[in-house]
């Protein structure tokens, strides 16, 4: 058993057997490895000498070369004493991360340091089942798929009992907000597998917040073939579950830094749009609240405030995060301006095409539609190159939005 350092962050690793265990070639040669088991972890001490054992028998029975890299964020639980005792039987590494954490950034950080020609992701928790590992490295080095997911919704997958309907909900929830970047029936999965060129070719894009790295990976690695694996999914045998809101909260932000990536050029006025769809529920709540206080114009003009303040600000949040290192009252100021000159342009088509001898005098649906549209992109523009123009600062030097 040998020691060595693994990256700036992590001290010394342990290295075991390969498989099989007649294995003669070398651990770290990566012709060597059919496969790097990838397994983030957070205070997963008393998982881990579970889970180890039967994924090496696993891998032994289907005649696959591997490691098992396990990635802990500084548990400070007895992980490390755990790893070093499970490598004198089995092929364990152990990188120890002090600067960062997280699920997501855990498994990209095992990736690039794995050596086998597909990677296996996993959780610490038992809850994916090892014995599925062979069929979904088969998936991918058969050249079946690009991505192979170890799937809880197609047929012949299963949930826990214990699982609740909450959690079931929440997930289905989840998978649906996810539904135009993938097609799969469980991209919300920690359990999957790919290539490692798969994972090279996109990896410098990767940029993953929270605990979705497979929906990540998917979106940003190209992965157009996706094929699933049937699970039984079980709930965790020991320790403490790491979801909670703040990380649902991570998964909404992941999504829109993905919908960004896919939309590309577009996203910017796609994100505007939507900000303006809630303005305009925004503008019709409190109008309606206000309708029994005020009078109807006082009432409208509220309303009509409240919702240019909203859409103010989420876009600012949102469609502009670049901008919102600048001052913020004359952001405010000039998009007010932008909007009302964005009033006035909406205004100007409808009036013009709903003449009496204008193209669409008889369709005033139609001619509002267009006006609201040339508002739109009135205010898109104004708003971009006025009110959030990019900022003379030196590239580079501009936030990424978050």
């Given at each position: 058993m040998n020691a060595h350092p693994i990256a700036q962050d992590a001290p010394p690793t342990w290295e075991g057997s390969s498989l099989p265990s007649d294995a003669s070639a070398s651990l770290h040669l990566e012709s060597a490895l059919d496969v790097s088991i990838i397994i983030p972890a957070f205070r997963e001490a008393e998982n881990l000498p579970i889970l180890v054992p039967r994924i090496a028998a696993s891998l032994d029975q289907a005649g696959l070369r591997g490691e098992i890299v396990v990635v802990d964020d500084n548990s400070q639980d007895g992980t490390d004493l755990a790893c070093q005792a499970l490598a004198d039987s089995f092929p364990v590494r152990l990188l120890v991360r002090t600067h960062e954490r997280g699920l997501s950034s855990a498994v990209v950080h095992g990736m690039r340091h794995a050596e086998g020609e597909v990677f296996v992701v996993m959780d610490a928790d038992l809850s994916h089942p090892p014995e599925k590992i062979p069929e979904l490295v088969q998936a991918v080095r058969g050249g079946d798929a690009d991505f192979a997911i170890g799937s809880r919704y197609v047929s012949g997958g299963a949930t826990d009992e214990n699982w609740g309907l909450f959690r079931w909900v929440n997930s289905k929830a989840a998978t649906l907000l996810?539904?135009?970047?993938?097609?799969?029936?469980?991209?919300?999965?920690?359990?999957?597998?790919?290539?490692?060129?798969?994972?090279?070719?996109?990896?410098?894009?990767?940029?993953?917040?929270?605990?979705?790295?497979?929906?990540?990976?998917?979106?940003?690695?190209?992965?157009?073939?996706?094929?699933?694996?049937?699970?039984?999914?079980?709930?965790?045998?020991?320790?403490?579950?790491?979801?909670?809101?703040?990380?649902?909260?991570?998964?909404?932000?992941?999504?829109?830094?993905?919908?960004?990536?896919?939309?590309?050029?577009?996203?910017?006025?796609?994100?505007?749009?939507?900000?303006?769809?809630?303005?305009?529920?925004?503008?019709?709540?409190v109008f309606s609240l206000l309708l029994t206080m005020l009078p109807g114009s006082g009432a409208r003009a509220v309303a009509i405030g409240t919702a240019m303040t909203w859409n103010f600000w989420l876009n600012r949040r949102l469609t502009f995060s670049a901008m919102r290192g600048r001052r913020i009252l004359p952001q405010f100021v000039l998009f007010c301006l932008a909007c009302s000159l964005g009033a006035f342009v909406n205004w100007s088509i409808f009036v013009t095409l709903h003449a009496p001898e204008g193209l669409l005098a008889d369709a005033p649906l139609l001619a509002a539609f267009v006006g609201i549209l040339g508002g739109t992109i009135c205010n898109f523009l104004m708003s971009k190159y006025v009110a959030f123009r990019p900022s003379a600062a030196p590239a580079g030097k501009i936030p990424a939005p978050q």
């Open positions: 996810a539904r135009p970047l993938s097609k799969a029936k469980d991209p919300m999965a920690g359990f999957f597998a790919l290539a490692r060129q798969t994972f090279e070719e996109g990896a410098e894009t990767l940029d993953p917040v929270g605990y979705k790295i497979g929906l990540e990976i998917m979106v940003k690695c190209g992965c157009r073939r996706i094929k699933e694996v049937p699970i039984r999914f079980q709930d965790r045998v020991h320790g403490q579950s790491k979801m909670n809101f703040t990380e649902q909260v991570n998964y909404l932000r992941h999504l829109r830094r993905l919908y960004v990536h896919r939309l590309g050029r577009w996203a910017q006025f796609a994100q505007f749009v939507v900000v303006g769809s809630t303005g305009m529920v925004i503008d019709l709540l």
